[in-house]
């Protein structure tokens, strides 16, 4: 519920203020929703670790809204760049690395469990050591990368404005290769005509 209504909160923000500073925005919410969890992981109040969520829904809502548009921006930078529409290459390689970034989670997941000194055998009666480690990584390693994740849009120089201009430099040069081709079929059949004539 909280992810849904962050979409859509996400996407009416990006529609004011532009792509990058709304995903800017949200990566900040989400490191106050992991800052959070460290407060909720409480087991004598379970559900303190609920307020947390409006806050974190914002890390996917955003991640899945803002980032995909962003590759579209791309897309066309690429396009005026080259003259080539290859947004099926750019979309492979950013699901290539989402499922990168899975499966690396999935193998690192194990080898902090590890670290922690988890012992599968105590159950849930885990060192103190042990625990203080877990949420250490559980909330650690998310503001980590999220702070990378802000460094990395900051430095990402397709503004707004500037995605507006590619966008219409792109569908002036669409037309103007439109009218070229009209031209030369024009002219192509002005040729066969004369031709048939003689």
């Not at 923000?13 to 800052?35: D, E, H, N, Q, W």
């Not at 529409?85 to 750019?90: A, D, N, Q």
């Amino acid at each position: 519920v909280c992810t849904l209504g962050a979409i859509s909160l996400t996407t009416w923000i990006s529609t004011k203020i532009g792509k990058r500073k709304t995903f800017l925005i949200t990566m900040c919410i989400a490191i106050i929703g992991y800052g959070l969890k460290w407060v909720g992981y409480n087991p004598n109040q379970p559900y303190l670790l609920l307020i947390a969520a409006p806050f974190l829904a914002f890390h996917l809502g955003a991640l899945f809204t803002m980032v995909p548009s962003m590759v579209a921006d791309v897309c066309d930078l690429d396009e005026l760049q080259t003259g080539s529409r290859r947004e099926g290459m750019f979309s492979g390689i950013y699901w290539w690395i989402q499922k990168l970034g899975m499966a690396g989670a999935s193998v690192l997941s194990g080898v902090l469990l590890v670290w922690t000194g988890f012992n599968v055998e105590l159950g849930a009666n885990q060192s103190a050591q042990s625990l203080l480690y877990m949420r250490l990584c559980d909330i650690g390693i998310p503001i980590l990368t999220t702070l990378i994740a802000i460094y990395i849009i900051a430095t990402f120089d397709i503004s707004e404005e500037k995605a507006y201009d590619i966008r219409k430099q792109i569908e002036r040069r669409r037309e103007e290769r439109r009218k070229e081709a009209v031209r030369v079929e024009e002219e192509r059949r002005k040729e066969e005509r004369r031709g048939e004539e003689k």
